[in-house]
């Protein structure tokens, strides 16, 4: 399947484990992956992060993926339906936080990392490049490019597409800010 990548798409494949060193995680995330996306310039993604004024809101990004690590992982779609059910991930957060520390619901701490000097990709990574190859496919294309990696980032329901679309940047904005307006959605609403 990397035969397939671009040189853009290799560099932030690359670049995501840089992302996951500096973090000092042990293994390599979708986080990871959008972050290194954020730093590339000159292509779709990048073009579809200005244009949604995601550039400018790296920081954002970051408390809110913060945030999201403080939850344990849940997306607010998770904390909204357990707040359906009556419990309140936020008062729970705060008690186990203040038993036994701030971001002690984080993703776990140590690793093989320890012993192999190597960060692995986490099942969540892989399966979004793995929908990259989809994306790439489904739109006719023989490559896959930084812009099918941020698609399929936004169409792999959890915390990174949860974040991005609180910030505007949902599969369909994505795609119209990289491609334009789908041909098919003026036929759909002409008929």
């Known amino acids: 399947m990397f035969e397939r990548f671009t040189r853009g798409a290799r560099a932030a494949v690359k670049g995501t484990v840089v992302q996951a060193e500096r973090a000092g995680a042990d293994t390599v995330t979708e986080e990871h992956l959008l972050l290194a996306l954020l730093d590339q310039e000159g292509g779709r993604a990048s073009f579809a992060f200005t244009a949604l004024g995601l550039r400018d809101r790296r920081a954002s990004l970051a408390a809110s993926f913060t945030e999201a690590r403080r939850r344990g992982g849940l997306t607010r779609?998770?904390?909204?339906a357990l707040a359906g059910l009556g419990i309140d991930v936020g008062a729970i957060v705060s008690r186990v936080e203040g038993t036994h520390g701030e971001g002690a619901l984080s993703a776990a701490r140590g690793g093989r990392r320890?012993?192999?000097?190597?960060?692995p990709f986490t099942p969540g990574a892989k399966g979004v490049l793995e929908n990259a190859l989809r994306v790439a496919l489904g739109?006719?294309?023989?490559?896959?490019?930084?812009?099918?990696?941020?698609?399929?980032?936004?169409?792999?329901?959890?915390v990174v597409a949860d974040v991005l679309a609180?910030?505007?940047?949902?599969?369909a904005t994505v795609r119209r800010a990289m491609y334009g307006p789908d041909p098919d959605e003026g036929r759909a609403r002409a008929g």
């Open 77 to 80: 779609a998770d904390t909204d």
């Open 114 to 119: 320890w012993w192999s000097g190597h960060r």
């Open 139 to 158: 739109r006719g294309d023989r490559f896959i490019g930084e812009e099918h990696l941020l698609l399929a980032l936004t169409a792999k329901p959890g």
């Open 166 to 171: 609180e910030h505007g940047a949902t599969y």
